[in-house]
């Protein structure tokens, strides 16, 4: 099972995304053993074999570590309110926050 899982749902016909869901693994099952598993059931199946629902990060593939790294560094602290100088706000439109 562990194989067929580490080859990626393109492996097996999903190659819209590269995502295992619930619903996929539970016809995979269905397909290799002929065995029939409820959304729940497939959960816990996992669970047992150490696998963890896990949502991936998206990053542009164009993201610039080095630049942001600078960014952060050098322009931040510029942009960044110094503590302790945050006014307070009020919701109302009519009436002003009292001090």
Request: hydrophobic share 35%; charged share 25%; glycine share 8%.
């Amino acid at each position: 099972m562990e194989p067929a899982l580490d080859a990626g749902p393109a492996a097996h016909g999903w190659v819209e995304d590269q995502r295992w869901t619930l619903a996929r693994v539970t016809a995979l099952i269905e397909q290799l053993f002929r065995v029939s598993y409820t959304l729940g059931g497939t959960s816990y199946l996992l669970h047992r074999l150490g696998w963890s629902p896990q949502v991936p990060q998206r990053r542009a593939a164009e993201r610039d570590e080095d630049a942001i790294a600078t960014w952060v560094k050098e322009n931040w602290p510029s942009v960044e309110r110094p503590p302790g100088t945050r006014t307070r706000g009020s919701a109302s439109r009519t009436k002003q926050a009292s001090r």
